[in-house]
């Protein structure tokens, strides 16, 4: 076994054995995969076991844990109470602004009952310029300036009106 070939087939180079190195004889024991395999299955179905056990563990702490709801709550389908939120707050937006514009270009009852209404916001300004804007006359005077004042707790808006008698500054 250790010698050369010297027949006309043999390697150039010389005998392709290496005489150091071998190879094991005797057959693969099969008994031990076997038994890694049998006691890999037996762990994975005590695991699965295991972990059917630990969730109808928590199913039951679960449903013991729940909260008590009362039967004054509201039945499932209702509607909770206003103010809700808003599921399309850009469509609702939109409607809003639609509705201001609407109401300020157009004429209409604010309430009707005691004459009051509304108008275009043109024809607001319109008035407004002609007319002037509105003050109290029946405000209390002012002594030291002569000009009549909004009662306290009260806003004029910063306008005052002179009474007839005072003299003009």
Known sequence: MGQPRTDAHAHPHGSLENVEVAHEHSDIEIRGIVGFLVGLVVVAILIHISMWGLFVGLEKYEASNDP???PLAAPPGQLPAEPRLQTTPWQD???????ERQRVES?????KNA???HVPIERAKELLLQRGLPARTDAPEDASEGTRVAASGE???GRT??????PKQ
């Not at 937006?93 to 509705?99: A, I, K, M, S, Y």
């Not at 009106?161 to 005072?166: A, G, T």
Request: neutral net charge; without cysteine; glycine residues 14%.
């Open 68 to 70: 008590f709801v009362t």
């Open 93 to 99: 937006l939109t409607r809003f602004h639609q509705e």
């Open 107 to 111: 004429y209409g009852w604010v309430d």
């Open 115 to 117: 004459g009051v209404g």
């Open 155 to 157: 806003s004029s808006g």
């Open 161 to 166: 009106v002179r009474s007839p008698s005072s």
